[in-house]
């Protein structure tokens, strides 16, 4: 079979495509492309030359440009939104990058959206518990994904290298997640599902009186406060107001059969004790950051906030709940493992992906690039 053509569509060919998919990351929504204005972006599609006004895939492409020079790295994060299941992959990457090399491209980055490995909430409690597997890729997963297996395959063989782990210029999507399947589930199963701790603090969280609401962008300064106060306490460096502002006025200015965009609120007795942002594409929910008060964290906001989200994405027919990255550390003494804990007692499933690829398309200025970023 011949290549598919490619080429630059609108944004709202771009949403209404992604509108119809079963499952696309919202870093693939030409929204996006407001909100890393700092980058230069693009939609593209595929046609398949045998009905070539019919899209068969689209991406955003985020171009990063090199110091000094009108060369780019050009980024589709948790993208292309194609059919990765495809006997040949070849048919969407070839066009996608000789594209990206005639706007000026140096290399190309992607995180193919594809799983690899599974690991249920009792297997991972069981690891932590037993301490012998410091790694979650260590342990043995409960479901292989053959499509992982095929897909890397394909990639190897057409050039593609997958980057080392927290080396060179990686652009840090997360290879872990940690996700709550909702597809045919019930309130009642989610709340089954848990562990006893998170039942009895959502259980505890209601009986207080914890009180969470959907806001609007004028409820994000206050998110912002508690975001602050979240990353003093857990050592992380945040992200500043405009950002999110940003996020919201980009993302929420998208057509709603595609997209959803919301901030919740989780207040008791007229203080703010949880603050969230969560994000919906289709059939995929995200709960994407998180923000809570050091005070009152008996009051269990957290829980209650999450029960929310959760609620809400299983009643508007999501089929996943995602609570984003993880560490892939399982060691009970590590500072980060309290995140995968907290994650855990929802009761879902860890999900590795693929991860990034990258395809130099000129090695000299990619090995450039690579050092650059690296001293940085």
């Known amino acids: 079979m011949s290549d598919l053509s490619i080429r630059t569509i609108s944004a709202e060919q771009h949403a209404a495509y992604l509108a119809a998919q079963p499952s696309a990351s919202f870093l693939q929504t030409p929204g996006w492309a407001a909100v890393k204005s700092e980058w230069k972006a693009e939609s593209l599609g595929w046609f398949d030359p045998a009905a070539p006004n019919d899209l068969v895939g689209v991406a955003l492409v985020l171009y990063r440009q090199m110091p000094k020079v009108k060369r780019y790295l050009a980024y589709l994060p948790e993208g292309p939104v194609i059919d990765w299941d495809a006997i040949d992959l070849g048919r969407y990457l070839r066009p996608l990058a000789a594209h990206t090399a005639e706007q000026g491209a140096f290399g190309l980055r992607m995180g193919p959206p594809v799983p690899t490995r599974r690991w249920t909430a009792k297997t991972i409690k069981d690891a932590i518990a037993g301490g012998q597997q410091p790694k979650l890729g260590d342990v043995r997963p409960d479901v292989i994904e053959p499509s992982g297996a095929t897909v890397t395959a394909q990639l190897r063989a057409l050039g593609w290298k997958a980057p080392k782990t927290g080396e060179g210029f990686a652009a840090g999507q997360p290879q872990y997640v940690f996700q709550v399947p909702l597809a ?5 199963d989610l709340l089954t599902g848990m562990n006893q701790q998170w039942r009895r603090n959502i259980k505890k969280s209601a009986k207080l009186g914890v009180e969470v609401t959907q806001g609007t962008i004028e409820d994000l300064k206050a998110f912002h406060g508690l975001y602050l106060e ?7 460096t945040p992200r500043p107001l405009p950002y999110f502002v940003k996020m919201y006025e980009a993302m ?7 997209c959803d965009f919301r901030v919740y609120n989780a207040h008791h007795e007229g203080d703010l004790v949880a603050s969230t942002i969560w994000v919906r594409v289709g059939g995929h929910s995200w709960y994407s950051y998180g923000a809570s008060s050091t005070a009152k964290r008996d009051v269990r906001g957290s829980n209650a906030i999450q029960w929310r989200m959760m609620s809400d994405a299983l009643a508007e027919g999501a089929s996943v709940y995602d609570l984003r990255g993880i560490t892939d550390t399982l060691d009970a003494n590590d500072p980060h493992v309290g995140l995968i804990q907290f994650k855990v007692g929802t009761g879902g499933e860890a999900v590795e992906y693929v991860g990034e690829w990258d395809l130099p398309l000129n090695k000299a200025l990619y090995t450039a690039f690579d050092l650059y970023m ?3």
């Open 184 to 188: 045919g589930k019930t309130p009642e």
């Open 252 to 258: 929420a200015d998208q057509p709603a059969d595609c």
């Open 230 to 236: 979240t990353a003093e306490r857990d050592h992380f």
């Open 374 to 376: 690296r001293r940085r």
